[in-house]
């Protein structure tokens, strides 16, 4: 049995901003403006992070009048984590396997 980790999950939240974002949301729901505040980053650039955030699964949109909240969906992170563990006890169970040369 072939253990697999979501790799495009995993270049997802492998940019560092992205990764701010995703901690961010994990503490609260926030909007645009919070978010730009928070990281420093230009509202353009915060944006496609979002969008790619938001296409990857990672987060759901809430309409606010004329904001937008984004709040994180932690059973993907969950998800992911359950893969990882998979791989360890994978590799915990199989430490001493050794294919021969």
Same mark, same amino acid.
């Given at each position: 049995?072939?253990?697999?980790? @979501?790799? @495009? ?8 901003? &992205? =990764? ?19 990281? #420093? /980053? &230009?509202?353009? *650039? =915060?944006? *496609? ?5 938001? $296409? /990857? #699964? ?6 606010? #009048? ?6 994180? &969906?932690? $059973? ?5 984590? #359950?893969?990882? /563990? +998979? =791989? /360890?006890?994978?590799?915990?169970? *199989? +430490? @001493?396997?050794? &294919?021969?040369?």
């Amino acid at each position: 049995m072939v253990m697999s980790v @979501d790799t @495009d999950l995993l270049r997802v939240l492998s940019d560092p901003l &992205r =990764l701010r974002i995703v901690t961010l949301l994990a503490r609260e729901t926030l909007c645009t403006t919070h978010l730009v505040e928070e990281t #420093g /980053a &230009r509202q353009t *650039n =915060l944006s *496609n992070h979002l969008k790619v955030l938001r $296409e /990857a #699964g990672l987060v759901d949109t809430e309409p606010c #009048g004329r904001f937008t909240y984004y709040r994180l &969906r932690p $059973e993907v992170l969950e998800a992911l984590s #359950g893969q990882f /563990a +998979a =791989l /360890a006890a994978t590799a915990r169970a *199989n +430490a @001493d396997t050794k &294919r021969s040369c």
